[in-house]
């Protein structure tokens, strides 16, 4: 069956250190990865996009790597801020599919 | 959140009744989504719609049932409702632009707490 994995704890970091999440997949092809963060509260929100033919995405602080080799997503936060603590999904989605498959989620908190 | 509501925000009921949540968007989107968030499963796809009158089911769709009669609304009924399905459930929109770069956006969500 198809499963999705990110890092089981949570991610504790200094301020201004860099924050690194992993998503693991199995027995999935996607064509899109991508990237939520949530709030206590509230739904996620959209924040990066990658494409399966694509090695790395940046935007701002953010970075994400897609490695469909090792069916793997990194996601990184450099320069954390304490307003970087949330939970961030990783999601994917297949070619010409409507439905995206997420990850359970790993919460970050950063201390200042 | 995007000009998503969901309503209600907040619902305790018992077990056996049914339930119905409310999506409501305005943001003339085809693509609209129901969601479940439980602790360690992460986002569960319940149903999902791609046009008026047009839904089909996601992974965990037993007990619910979903209906599409307008472009902006997206309901979510829960026939009977048990335990099981106390949970938090968000609705998502997505455009048809039918582009990779499509995301969805999500409403605030509805906590539902079955006795």
């Known amino acids: 069956s198809q499963k999705i994995e990110q890092n089981s704890e949570a991610l504790n970091i200094q301020e201004g250190k860099t924050a690194t999440l992993t998503c693991n997949y199995t027995?999935?092809?996607?064509?899109?990865l991508q990237w939520y963060r949530q709030d206590p509260g509230r739904g996620p929100v959209f924040l990066l996009l990658i494409r399966e033919n694509e090695k790395e995405k940046r935007k701002e602080r953010l970075k994400v790597t897609f490695d469909t080799t090792l069916k793997q997503s990194l996601f990184h936060i450099t320069a954390s801020q304490p307003a970087d603590s949330a939970t961030y999904l990783c999601?994917?989605?297949?070619?010409?599919?409507?439905?995206?498959?997420f990850g359970a989620g790993t919460t970050v908190t950063v201390r200042a | 959140d995007a000009g998503i509501t969901q309503s209600p925000r907040h619902k305790v009921t018992e077990t056996g009744t049914p339930v119905t949540l409310r999506c409501h968007q305005t943001?003339?989107?085809?693509?609209m989504y129901w969601y479940r968030q439980d602790p360690g499963h992460g986002l569960r796809l319940i149903h999902y719609?791609?046009?008026?009158?047009?839904?089909d089911k996601g992974e965990v769709s037993d007990g619910y049932s979903v209906s599409r009669s307008k472009t902006e609304d997206f309901l979510l009924t829960l026939e009977s409702a048990t335990s099981s399905q106390t949970s938090v459930y968000f609705c998502a929109t997505r455009t048809s632009s039918g582009g990779s770069t499509d995301t969805q956006y999500f409403g605030p969500g509805t906590r539902l707490t079955v006795l």
């Open positions: 943001e003339n989107h085809r693509y």
């Open positions: 719609s791609y046009g008026v009158k047009d839904t």
């Open positions: 999601a994917l989605l297949k070619t010409n599919d409507y439905k995206l498959s």
């Open positions: 027995n999935y092809s996607p064509a899109y």
